[in-house]
């Protein structure tokens, strides 16, 4: 089932064209890996899927509701980490988690706590944390709602490596119970082994769509290299 479609997406910056009509469905239950190299118009797709931009043509649509037309019912469906998360620094992070479920009128703050791992420091206040600490609490309350879309902008990045662990199988679980989830990241390792599928833009296109068979192994570092030089080249 596609919770996610992009027809005909375009957006120009004056004479530059961010996007070149992208054509993308995406369906519940995949993780999704969505790389390209800086300028090739990532954050500009993200910040049109969550209504944060108007697109200059095309439809977007996440599950059932029209993005473009109706930016803050789409919202409702989706939990979105950007690549600098903007937390409320004066609100511990069990008071930000509680206000997220207000908002969104749903349970969960102490399964979302956990997940955190912050123990005592979930009463400390957010200023006063480290940029991992911050990170951990956004993708805590982007997952709070239990939304059907989650769009993750470098979510990783600061991460020591047992919280990237855990949260990488939070992704897979999430998948696995029906979310879809669209990873932009840089870090080709993280897209081959956590990813079903890589969407590769560059400049303002998609270049490759592609299924990955972790059990087989996918040179994705190639594949990069091959169609943005493609892409360059045309």
Known sequence: MSVLTLRNLRKDYGRVKALKGLNV???AGELVAFIGPNGA??????KILTGQLPATDGHVEVAGVDVLKDPGEARRHIGYVPEEPALYDYMTAREFLEFVASVREVDGVEEALAFTELGADADRLIREYSQGMRRKTALAAAILAKPPVL?????????????????KKRLRTLCDEGACVLLSTHVL???????DRVLMIH???I???EALDRTLGT???????????KASDG
Request: charged share 30%.
């Open 203 to 205: 400049k303002g296109e």
């Open 219 to 229: 040179d994705l570092e190639a594949l990069f290299l091959e169609r943005a030089g």
């Open 189 to 195: 390792d993280t897209a081959e082994r956590l990813a």
């Open 151 to 167: 769009i993750l902008d470098e979510a990783l990045n600061g991460l020591d490596p047992p919280s990237a662990v855990r949260v």
């Open 207 to 209: 270049v490759a769509d």
């Open 41 to 46: 118009g990532k954050s500009t797709t993200l």
């Open 25 to 27: 469905t995406l369906r």
